[in-house]
Every structure is written in structure tokens, then in C-alpha cells.
């Protein structure tokens, strides 16, 4: 059971504390809120407990999956949740007291080095809630930074990190604008430097944007910086085996929601946000981070560093209230990018790469449906349906698909990662043919 | 101890060519599908290493941790209580960690009746009107909360309301959440019983005030026995009262928050819950509302109509979304797991043996650690060390020592109020010979600072680093391998 201390326990500990009984320990609340009636179902046992959930599980459907928009399913070696779900790792807690947490203030400084490395980048914190939040948080450290007050999104920011990004700035003077694409689905670097002038703190430049399709963000960056302001890049972290780096592209800030790396997408959540910066704003940059120190012998030890900028020390000052993370998550990112190493990181991008331009060219030549859009796409990509989006999900989840996101109209955003063989790329086709 | 046993970087012990995962070679290189502009130049500098290797890395680096599953964690604040395995299993069974965000609503019917029982429960469990799951840590629900108290004020004429009032025992997170969602915030001091001093909480109310954040049972471990009297001060000037639900697990099945006049609260589901810590996170931190609050919560809210559930994103009066997508799923499911496993009736029980245990404590090391506020608490107790300017021994050292001990050390230098803090919180899962263990730890830790001082503020002496140098890391900071 949950409770271990017995009858005899509980006696003899209010003996101890010279109480008659547990009652007048709570005599603190008074007496009329004290043990009101709750209507609780019947508790279930152990094995109660785990038929009624595994009953639930089972009313979620197994479909093929062929939705990305921001939430991505990619093959998770064994090892991964092996070593995180071991309970030294998954029972402790935020690393406060070093000298007894090595084990995970190391791990967090190796996920530290490991997304500087992925993305090219100076300095990366011990991680954020998700990618939407870790975007808004750089968007607001680039705010601060410029002590400008205008944010410039492109309007093929996923939807949800708008709202979030709306939701933390309503209430700080930030003035949000969007920058609309082509009908390519792209920037234009002439509407992008039409909207940008000395009032603008920061571009928010997603590539592979929302539609999939990878932006030109070497000429983005440089007009972004003609102006004074600063580059928040929102990118794949698995794409970026193969796709040039926000640090290549001289990003300020590069973010990504980090699911992808060795994390299943348990509907939604936990994610996973990544925050990098240059090294210039790494005092602007809320949340932990773990940095090397020495102990007393001269030995090198892990600890949490920079902590003047956080919630617990400067309180309404800090640049942040974020105080839990997503450690575990990040653990099993380090884990993962450990296990593939460069080789892997490549060949698992370049399956991506594949699967998707396989799927788009068998796509293509279903009659009705079209790519209309050669813009270059990592592994999503837009697909213009004959009838509504909304119909062909329907139809294919009669199939066992999930077929894609419904960008509205007969716009469909379908995904293919390394997991989707031949034959389920065939069988995708198959179906759209018999709509 | 040999090189090659040392506790190396994993990038340290990379060797090029070793490979810990293999994938299908695809046909074509990333050359003929994308232009070369668009191409990574150069490979990252990730370690290679076999998937044994890799294994063994990890697993040592396990091993170099205190976590709750080994040892006692009396950190205050944190309810370090047992986190059941059932939940581990339970909450990434593939039907649930498999499923997509953006899959039909019919494909995910099992994931929505969960989130929608949960909210469910946790109406029932407070009182409140509606829940949120949003959230994905408890400062998260925090500003989940004041931005939902925010969109109240703005559509009932409130937009002049510019303060927050924070106590100075709150966590600090409150007064930073406050400053997130564009607040003022007005720091009032508590009274000398280290409860809210309702003078100055009336000194400080006014029509500017928007919300009252209180944390209760408070960080001093008390509970606010005027409770209802404050909550009636605040609604009397319009503001609403905040309540931070960090330490709920001292009330739950005791007590139901709106009864005494919360309006919008957050719960930590990695606390009361029983979901694990992970060693800072994934949390969760659903934020509830009382009847009038509750259409301003975030948007999407689970709801249930002729056998169907549904996400509702069409909330005119929500104030918006709080982060990608609808909250940690996996850890909603271990919160869901844990009131399924148990009736009011054991729910009241373990609230009860929670405070039972912070009181035993606090009683076993009176005469030597004295708690500050010496009187009955509720699930834990903020003890003072020995005056430190006779011992020169401080309450960091205490913690450091405690290690060696094979504990882990209690919340230290929180509260603020309190000088020296030691804030224990042994939770009801831990049994009468623990605490016995960890009371006689603290005793002959007493008895070191009279006898041989040098030895508590040497330590740790047996953990993988002697005592660590904070402020070295922070003057020329190394955040990553080059």
C-alpha cells in the first residue's frame, strides 16, 4: 500500500508529539472547511487499475501515420527509454544539491554540447516546456536585448506558436506583425524588407516552415541583420542532418521543439523546447543551465551556473518564471543523438528526405492530386486534393491512415519520416486512388 | 581508479567510426533532393560510440545520482513522495504514446476520456467550477492562472487593475509570473506567526489590486487559519485570489479550496500526484476556476457530449493557448492513475500521514534544530540550525553533510523569511524507521557541529566530488564541449 507507517506507527509517533490523535494536528483548519464530502469513484486496485487504463489505450485507434505539423514520429531505439525510465535517473529531482546529482547535471551538460553541436549554435540551456515556448521565450530575450518593441513572424508560423506567442506578449507592449508568403509557399525577401525597420526586435523565421518547405534563410538572415534586428530561427532538429544550421546561417536565437529526438508524441506532450543562443545573450537566456566548475580537490564537477538570472534568486525581475523543465525529455535527446552520432543523424535524415519525396512523387501520380508547389521540403509537404482535405482524412482513416493535417480546403499537409516503409507509401497512394 | 574508468564526457571517449544504431541506407544522398545551398556544410560534433558503450555511460551516470528511489529526499516544497511503477508502465502504453496530436478525434477517443475523467476529478477533489491541463509545470499553471485572472479583469471592466499582491514567503515564481503577465507586483511581509498579516494585506488592497497569490499551506508549512476572512478582503476590493497548489498535498481530501474562497488555483501533478520529478521535469501543473473565472481558462478544455469527447478550442472569452498543442499527456495519465487508486477515504489518510510525519520530525529534532515557527504544521516543517555565528557550521554545510549520511538534503534558504532554512517535507510514503534513520542522522550532525565542526563543513566527503566551487563555474562559464 501507499501509506507504509502502521497502527502501531502512527501511536506511537503521537506519543511522541504528545497529540491524542491526528485530528488535533489539523487544527489548523477550521473546523467547517475540514473533511467536506468528496464523491470519488471506488479506488481500484493494481490490477484494476492497469485493465480500466489499458481499456482506455485501446479506444485510441492505431493508424499508419502520416501527420507531421509539428509533432513528428520517428523510430526511438530501445535504449533510449531503457536508460531514462532506470529510477536514479527518473526519481530525482532539479539537480539543486551537485555534489549528489553528477549523474544528472552531466547528462544535462552533454545535451547542452550536443544541441550547440546539432544546431550550430554557442550556447544552449537545459531545455524549455516545448518548441512554441521556448520560441516566445527567445522572441522575448531578443525584446530585451534590442529594447525594441515590434515582433515580425512569418505567417507560415505553425498555428499553435502563434497563439503562444500572442498569449506571453498581449500584456508586454510587444506589437506582433506577420510577413505574408508566396504562393509558393515561401518568403519573399522583398516583402520580408518591406515590413522591417529600426522598430524591429526580432524575425521569427521557421524552416521547414509550417507547410514544409525550407526557407532561404541565408538572405532572410542577412536582411533581418540589415536593420538592426535580431534572428530567432524555429527548425527541425532532425532535418538539421542534412539542412544547413542556423548557426551557418548566423541565427541569434535557434530554437526547435526537440520531440523528435528519441521522444514518443504522447498526443502532444511532454515536448521538448531547445534554446540556443549566440554566446553574446547567454546572460538574456531564462532557464538552467548546467556549467563545469571544480570541486575543492581540483577535480571537474557539474553544476547548475548563472542562476542570478533566475526566478528563485531576482524573483519579479527574472527574465523568466520558469522553474521545472523538461529534463527527462532532454535526457532522452542526449540519449538518442549519443546513439546515432553524426553517421546516424545523416542517414536518418537523408530516410526522411526519401520517404517524403518518394511519397510526393507516388502522390503526384494518383489522378486528381497534385504537388503543385517545387519548392525544396525536408519531410512534409503540401498536397492539393480533388475534394476537401476534411473528406480524404475521412476516407483514409477507414483505411487505417491518419493522412495528414487539414490545412483547410483542398489543401492537405501529409509527412512521411524514416518509419514509413515502401509498401506503407504504397498503400497511401493505393487509398487516395480509390477516392 | 584507471583511466578509462574515469567519468568521462561522452564525447571524450569518441572514437570515429563506432556506431551505436544503424538505419536503412536510403537510395540517394541529400544532394539529389535538395539544392546545395540549403546543405549542411559541416557534421556535428556529436560522440560516436557503440550502443554498449553508450549504455554503460548512462548507467553510470545513474548511478552518480541521489534520487527517491534509493534515498530518503526530505526537499520541502518538492513532495518527493513514491512514485508508483504501475504509472511508469501505464503511461506509455503505445495506444497513448503513439498518438498524434493532429489525429482524428475519433482515433484518440481513449487519450480525450482520460483527460476529460482527470479534469473530472480534480473539480471534484477542489471544488472548482473547470480545469485546464494544459499547463506543463506548476510556474506554467501560475501564468496559466494570472493570465486567466487577467482576461476576467479585462472583460468586467477591470483593466485598471495593474497589482498583484505576493507574500514575501511566496515561491519565486509567483512574483515573476506576476511581472510576466505585465503586473505590478506588491510584496507585503508576513506576520510575525509567519501567516499572511492581514493589516498589511489591507494596506496593500486597493481597486489597482487584481490578484492575491497565496500559497497555502504556506512555505513556512502553515496553513492560513483566516483563510476565509482573507479571501473575503480580496473579493471585497473586486481582485480575485490566487492560490498556489505547490503544497496540496497537504489538504487534499481534508480540505476543497473554493470552500474557503479560491477563485483560481494550479496543482502540481509531479507533486501530490505521485508523478516522478525526472530530475526537473516533465511536469504538469492543470490550473482550475471557480464558476465566474472559468470560460477566461485557456483554450482547448476537454468536454464530453452523447458518448463523444472533444477538444473545445472554441472558447470566445479564453485567453488563448499556453503552449503548443493540449498539455504533458504522459503525465496527465500518471495523475489520473493515482486518484483512480484511491478513495476520499484514503486520500484524507494520506494527507494526514503526511502532516503526521513533517510533525514527527519536527518534534524528534526539537532542542537541537528548533523550527522556526514552533508550533503544529501541516506537511512540513522549516527548521533553523544552531546559531551559525558561535558554530560557524551554516545551514549549507548541514546539507552537504547529510549526503555523506546517504540522504538527500532538505529545501535550504527557503523560505527567505527564515534565516538559515532547513524546509523538511517526508511525505506520507515514507515509514516511522526512516524518519527515525534521518532524525538520528541529524542528531549526530548536531553533536559534529559542538565536537568537530571541520568535518561538517568539509563535506560531502563520500560522494563522486568534495564539495563544489559554485562561483567558478559562473565567472568564465563552460556550458558545452567545444
Redesign the interface.
Known sequence: M????TKE??E???A????KD?K???????AK????A?????????AE??A???A????????K?F?G???Y?H?I?A?V????????????????????????L??I??F???M???L?MD??T??H?????AMTEAALAAHRVTGRSEILISSLL?P??K??L???T???GITLKEVTVTAEDVLDIGTLKAQLTDKTACFILQTPNFHGY?E?A?AISAAVHAVGALLVAVVNPIS??????PG?YDADFAVC?GQPLGN????????LGIMTAKKAY?RQLPG??????????G?R?F?L????R?????????A??????????A?NAV?Y???????????????N??RA?QLAEKISRVKGFSIQNKM?FFNEFVVTCPVSAFDV??VL?KRGI?AG?DLGGKQLLVCAT?LRTEEDLQAYADALGGI | MQEILKNKLSIESSRPGRRGIRFAAADKHAADYLPATLLRKTAPNLPELAEFDTVRHFTKLSQQNYSLDAEFYPLGSCTMKYNPKAYDVLSVLPGFASAHPFAPESAVQGTLELAYNLQELLKKITGLAAFTLQPAAGAHGELTGILTARAYHDANGGQNRTEVIVPDTAHGTNPATANMAGYHVVNIKSAPNGCVDKAALKAALSEKTAVVMLTVPNTVGLFEPDIKEIADMVHAVGALLYMDGANFNALIGLAKPADFGVDIMHLNLHKTFAAPHGGGGPGSGPVGAAKHVAPYLPHPIVSHKDGQYTLVDNRPESHNRMKAFYGNMAVVIRGYCYLRQFDAQTLKTIAENAILNANYVRVCLKGKFNAFFDRTCMHECVLTPPDPHTTGVHTSDIAKRLLDYGFYAPTIYFPLIVPEALMVEPTETENKDMLDAFVSAMEQIYNEIQSEPQTVKDAPHNQPVKRIDEVSAARNPNLRWQ
Open positions: 501507499f501509506i507504509p507507517n506507527d502512527r506511537a509517533m503521537l511522541k508529539i504528545g497529540a491526528i488535533e494536528l489539523l487544527a489548523q483548519i477550521p472547511f475540514l473533511y467536506p468528496l464523491d470519488l469513484p471506488k479506488a481500484l486496485t493494481e487499475l492497469t480500466h487504463v489499458h482506455l489505450a485501446a479506444k485510441n485507434k492505431p493508424l501515420n501527420i505539423a509539428g509533432m514520429e523510430f531505439p535504449a527509454p531503457a536508460l531514462s525510465s532506470r529510477g536514479e535517473f527518473l526519481t530525482a529531482y532539479t539537480p539543486y544539491q551537485a555534489e549528489a546529482s553528477q549523474g544528472t552531466q547528462t551538460y552533454e547542452q554540447s550536443c550547440c553541436a546539432l550550430n550556447v544552449a537545459a531545455s516546456y516545448d518548441g512554441a515556448t505553425h499553435h506558436y497563439e503562444v500572442a498569449t506571453y498581449r500584456h508586454m525550407l532561404d541565408q538539421l542532418g542534412v539542412v544547413q544550421t551557418e521543439e514518443p508524441m504522447s498526443f502532444g506532450g511532454p515536448g547567454v538552467r543551465m548546467v556549467g563545469i566548475a571544480k570541486d575543492k580537490e577535480k564537477a553544476v551556473t548563472l542562476q542570478a533566475e526566478q528563485h534568486i531576482r524573483r519579479e525581475k527574472a523568466s518564471n520558469i522553474c521545472s523543465n523538461e529534463a527527462l525529455c535526457l540519449i543523438l549519443t546513439l546515432l552520432g553524426p553517421k546516424g543523424l545523416k542517414e536518418v535524415a537523408e530516410l528526405l526519401e519525396h525544396p482524412i475521412k482513416e491518419a493535417y524514416e
